[in-house]
């Protein structure tokens, strides 16, 4: 006889990993899955109901969920069938780049109470059905940012290195429970998200801000950081189907990095775990040796630069 269908809650569905994780999950030919999609707006459910088809209304529904609030996710889980979550997928997220000076802390906390708070609520609500059922799995949509901070993302990258150590903690306890939780690690994903937040923050003015960091931003960090995009950028497609993976698994890994072409650049530390060689290195790379950075990107684009890194 076989096994009742898992049901999985997705956050942050509207476009990007979240559409295409639950679109996949659903059209799972072994009918393993129940995915509810969830979103803020559900005025952007059009994308996903299109690419969902027949899966639509069988084995995915859409549903209203603002990791922000409270009565929002309670309404959502009383929706549920039974109200229990087998595998809850954090993934809503929203971004932030630029000079710190230039950034409100208003605009920061947004970051945080979405990026980290937003799971932490779920992962609250979820958790008393998983632990009665001694069964469950928490996947967490983190970040190489969660690993190593990136200049003119600091508040991101800080939510991501919350998320890191909030979760790790937390899996040695669900253990007892047989409840497993992966932070997955992507590097850059190419969205339209991401492409209209590089446009926006090349004219925003960031007041407050000296000439010299502003010239840095506008004339080192974005185009290197398109260059990257471009170069080992990720889709979503990717990165779903990596999550598609661990969620099938039954031996889930706290820690799935998504990108190996990213690889090199996140050995770094595991080099030299002070944390000094990755500063100095990508100092020097992103405001000296520019040209050799994006040659380097080019390499690992196109593979003819192989090499492994073995931490001391």
Known sequence: MADAPRTVLISGCSSGIGLELAVQLAHDHRQRYQVVATMRDLGKKGTLEEAAGDALGQTLTVAQLDVCSDESVAQCLSCIQGGEVDVLVNNAGVGLVGPLEGISLAAMQNVF??????????????????????????????SVMGLQGVVFNEAYAASKFALEGFFESLAVQLLQFNIF????????????????????????????????????????????SRELFHSIGQSPQDVAQVIVKVIGSTRPPLRRQTNARYTPLAALKAVDPSGSLYVRATHCLLFRWTRLLNLGLRCLACGCLRFRIWPR
Not at 185 to 213: H, I, M, N, Y
């Open 113 to 142: 109470d979405t990026n980290f708070f937003g799971a932490v609520r779920l992962v609250r609500a979820v958790l008393p059905g998983m632990k009665r059922r001694r069964k469950g799995h928490i996947v967490v949509v983190s």
């Open 181 to 224: 939780i992966t932070l997955v690690e992507p590097g850059p994903v190419v969205t339209d998200f991401e492409g209209k937040l590089l446009q926006q923050v090349s004219t925003a003015e960031f007041p407050d801000t000296d000439p010299d960091t502003l010239h840095y931003f506008r004339d080192f960090y974005l185009p290197t």
